[in-house]
């Protein structure tokens, strides 16, 4: 089973900063395979990111994902007040699929 | 447009079962495999089965493995699964979904769509 290890547990922002998600695994991931999701409380996991750099249509431009092997990261260059949330990365190359445990972005 | 659609959910018992089902509409469903992920409360998502196209190949998370069954209906565009022997850690939100990939091999494209449901309930609790 590959593992994902999310850092930092949470992070707390002020709109217009830069913020840098990390999700790393256990064993070497299938870059096609491995998303970044925002989820909001309540709400369903929206996708940002799949394909480890590729945005999710609508998806701002301020969010870029980047990383293959066993380090990946998911950097918002300047946030904006509605980018709070839980941020989970994904590997669904090889089973079983799992989840990292999760981001929790606070916007000052 | 793409649409998934669950129901089932419902309170019961622990070592109950129930039948969670998963509507399709707006892609051409046989062609892609589907995804049972759950959340429970105040927690992370749970990858929790899938099941190819065909319906061939099934996958489970080991935690549920002999207890859940995944199946699909690609005449009628639904996606199932039997949740049986249930157990308070099995309480959460259970959410259909395919998951996105975009490549090509050969002279071949490959493509899934994002696609999530809203999510059916799923207490177990005496």
């Known amino acids: 089973e590959i593992v994902l290890t999310q850092s930092p547990g949470t992070l707390s922002l002020s709109p217009g900063e830069r913020a840098t998600l990390s999700c790393r695994a256990s064993q070497s991931v299938i870059t096609t395979f491995f998303a970044w999701y925002q989820q909001k409380p309540g709400q369903t996991p929206r996708l940002l990111i799949y394909?480890?750099?590729r945005r999710a249509t609508g998806i701002p431009d301020r969010f870029t994902g980047s990383g293959s092997g066993t380090d990946f990261t998911l950097t918002i260059s300047r946030l904006e007040p509605e980018d709070y949330g839980v941020y989970y990365c994904?590997?669904?190359?090889?089973?079983?699929?799992?989840f990292g445990q999760g981001t929790k972005l606070e916007i000052k | 447009e793409a649409r998934l659609v669950e129901s089932g959910g419902r309170l019961v018992r622990p070592g109950g079962s129930l039948r969670l089902s998963c509507a399709a509409s707006?892609?051409?469903?046989?062609?892609?495999?589907l995804n049972w992920i759950r959340q429970a409360p105040g927690k992370g998502l749970e990858w929790v089965s899938s099941?190819?196209?065909?319906?061939?190949?099934?996958y489970y998370i080991d935690s549920v493995k002999g207890r859940f069954t995944i199946s699909r209906d690609n005449a009628k565009n639904s996606l199932y699964l039997q949740l049986s022997s249930l157990r308070a850690e099995d309480t959460g939100v259970y959410y259909c979904?395919?998951?996105?990939?975009?490549?090509?091999?050969?002279?071949?494209?490959?493509?899934?769509?994002?696609?999530w449901g809203q999510g059916t309930t799923v207490i177990v609790s005496s």
């Open positions: 994904q590997q669904y190359g090889s089973a079983p699929y799992t």
């Open positions: 394909g480890a750099s």
């Open positions: 099941i190819t196209g065909s319906g061939k190949y099934t």
């Open positions: 979904a395919s998951l996105a990939y975009d490549y090509v091999s050969g002279t071949n494209r490959y493509y899934g769509p994002d696609v």
């Open positions: 707006g892609f051409t469903f046989n062609n892609f495999t």
